[in-house]
């Protein structure tokens, strides 16, 4: 057909233009696939689907500008087959599938045009989904079977069809995946292309999943028949979202245990699983972690892990929101680093992490070292339960095991740890220890490679009961902690990520929060314009959630941002000074005395602090007994290792960038230049009673809760 006459064709308009934004897609015909067609598919759906907020709907056999594309059924049948088996990879459902015909007809002078009076009348079937609605519909599914049943179509040539589709997305654990894979769907889809009557092939790809669906509608009934209520991802990511806190020694495989967990591969034995999730070159190259990242693994209410493995894009990672949206609980794996170099940042990811457990990785090939008593203590200091892994069990001698095992249990035992090693070897053990996590530290043998060790410590994850209980402080103010910001993204603006801690909030032009507090202690009062949780758009974020913020901000307040901020929903305030009852760790000499500075980590807060006031308490916030290990000398009251004392600790000054007007002293050229473009600022932070605090020069020695702000 010439193109002139092809044109003149679809010239007939039967619904609106299209909009580029918006929950409606237009699509003239689905065929001939390639993997980044579907791809390109897959990515347009979701966006629909994030744009109507879950749902969408699309025209197939209709022009981008509403007009008719003059296409018969088979044709027709085809496309709407391969948007649903992409709905289905996309954790979605078709809620109606709509055909319509009759709405053109050719004339006598062989030209198409639009359905007149008395030329018969629009036929509008609803056919069930080729792959079925999912869990909760088998009644409604019926009933429209037997209403569409009365009404047949014409498969004929002619017969020009167009159909509507009403997709949502179903954020629950209980969908069945998509029957087929998107990577075998250019070879089945094929078929219509070859001449292949749609309707017959339509028939047999239905025959074709009837097993598959009906096995999947059974098992979803079965866990429907455990939980009657649909479980969402707002849920799942906040209540059944628990944090874990990976650390080990250098070389012990923490990158590698988490990239094979979430992978659902083992490891070559030659860094493949690492590889797979480390963050920068030089940690790939080097093969040490040095900074803090987190990673989903999910599971389905039965205890099955999710496959971490697209089955888009076979050789790609299953992204963030695809693992939160087909779980039913959520794991977050935190790498922390293991160097001893790295200490401080691991400090900082235990401290503002909000860990529910803490991983201890012990290489079985080696000794417990020094860096695996420093993680073990701060742990501990947290009140963190641990779960102790020997790795590396594949190819090690006996006696080398055996050797790790009795010095790590040297440790455990010690006063400072206060933990009885447990061995779980079976399912019931780790039933037996379930209850007894504050004073038993399980030990699982693993090994990535022979994926020995791993099965039993994936049921052990998803048994952990969830111990921070966030969704307890919903009624508190807001109160979200900023760890990271990105001052300028492309067509958003300002982005922190963070963990909220206390409240919920919900975005919009009307919710207003207070970011800060700045360099000179005050607020920035803005707008939090759009929220994401593991990369799902939201309007709604609530308390146990990791999340990020856009915020309406000009470019001269952007540069104000800092990590270690807080967004406040009200009474935003910033202090200097705060008392904390601390309790010195036993280990390594030290003295604690007036003037003492340290480094402190309070949540997501890190900054140097020295001591300005020391007194010695009998009744202290932990419940412990009396101070012993404080002295008095000539310089005042002195702390050693054991003792306990209520501290008032003041923010030490700090350079902050941009040229002081009151930096007048003649200093040496190489020397001003370089001061040039610094001042020394006074640090406030947001600090309120109860959070918990840990202070360190170099290594950890104490930890305290601050239990009050000074009034100015």
Known sequence: ???????????????????????????????????????TLATQMSYRLDQGHGQCTYHIGVEDDGCHSVLDYPAVSESAWILESIARSLNAVVLERRMIQNEIVMGEDG?????????????????????????????????????????????????????????????????????????ELSSRASSFGEGVDGAVAATALENLSIGNSNSAKEESKSYADKDEHAVSVEETLSSRNIRIAVVGNVDAGKSTLIGTLTTSSLDDGRGSSRCA????????????????????????????????????RANKMKSEDEIARESYRIITLMDLAGHEKYLKTTIHGV??????????????????????????????????????????????????????????TKLLKSPEIGRRPFAVKTEQDITTCMD???????????????????????????CLPKRRRHEKKVDRPFEFLVEDIFSNVPGVGSVVSGFVNAGELTVGTTSHVYVGPTDDGTFLKTVAKSAHVARINTTHITAGQSACLAFSLNKELRKKLRRGMVVLSENPTSTKEFDAEICVLKGEGTTIRRSYQAYVHILNVRQSAYAREIHIVNNNAFGLPPSHGAKHDDGGIVLRPGSRAKVRFEFAKRPVSKSPSFMHVCFPPMFSRALQSFRISLTQEYIRPGMRMLFRDGRVRGVGIVTGIPAV
């Open 351 to 408: 401290s503002s992490g909000m860990a529910d457990y803490g991983l201890i990785l012990v290489n079985s090939r080696h000794p417990p070292t020094h860096m695996t008593q420093h993680h073990l203590n701060l742990c501990c200091s947290f009140g963190i339960p641990v779960v102790v892994l020997f790795t590396k069990v594949d190819g090690c001698p006996e006696h080398a095991l055996e050797t790790s095992k009795k010095e790590l």
């Open 111 to 183: 030209q198409i045009r639009l359905t007149g009076e008395g030329e018969g009348e629009v036929l509008v079937v609803e056919e069930p989904p080729v792959l079925g609605r999912g869990v909760a519909d088998c009644k409604v599914e019926d009933e429209k079977e037997e209403k569409s049943s009365e009404t047949k179509l014409s498969t004929a040539e002619g017969a020009y069809t167009r159909c509507e589709l009403t997709i949502q997305r179903v954020e629950t654990h209980l969908l069945d995946p998509s029957p087929f894979g998107l990577s």
């Open 277 to 312: 999730i480390m963050k920068h070159r030089h940690e790939i190259e080097s093969g040490r972690t040095s900074t803090a990242t987190t990673h989903l693994l999910g599971f389905r209410h039965s205890g099955e892990p999710i496959a971490g493995r697209d089955k888009i």
């Open 436 to 462: 007894k996590l504050h004073t038993l530290a399980p030990m699982i043998d693993i090994s990535c490679v022979t994926g020995e060790g791993l099965e039993l410590l994936r049921k052990l994850l998803f």
């Open 1 to 39: 057909m010439p193109p002139s006459s092809m044109y003149a064709r679809r010239s007939l308009r039967v619904v609106d233009p299209e909009c580029e934004d918006g929950s409606t897609e237009y699509k003239r015909q689905v065929h001939k696939l390639t993997s980044n067609r579907l791809r």
